[in-house]
């Protein structure tokens, strides 16, 4: 059992990355589809399909993103910035800004998962999940 299932979905990405795999699978869960699903939106990744597996929410098979010439991973770092141990939270004026807006936050906010960027737009704050470059 996984006690933190959005740490574990980073490293799982991470881990591919690293060894140049090209599909990785991940356990699902809402939270981890929206994630994913920001993460295609944002162009850190090709593809993603959820399909129903053995457990009952299925799991998420992620297609990586590499650059054709050099074979590098399209996501540089990938960051847990909230723990379960030590929640960060920040209001729609606080949210980080990575790499001076060339990165992404993942927020967990009242409207849903989103971008530090959208979350600015929509004015509102939440639980900073995530820092993606």
Known sequence: MHTDPISDYLTRVRNA?????KLVNIPASNVLKDITK?????GYILNYKF??????????KIALKYDKATK???IRKM???SKPGLR???GSKDLPRVLNGLGIAIVSTSHGVM???????????????CYIY
């Open 79 to 81: 960051k847990r910035a």
């Open 38 to 42: 920001i993460l295609y939106d944002q």
């Open 72 to 74: 590098v991973p399209a």
């Open 88 to 90: 960060k939270y920040a």
């Open 17 to 21: 990355m690293m060894a140049g795999h």
């Open 51 to 60: 399909e129903e597996g053995d457990n009952p929410q299925g799991i998420i």
């Open 115 to 129: 971008t530090d960027k959208q979350a600015r737009r929509d004015n509102v704050g939440g639980e900073v999940l």
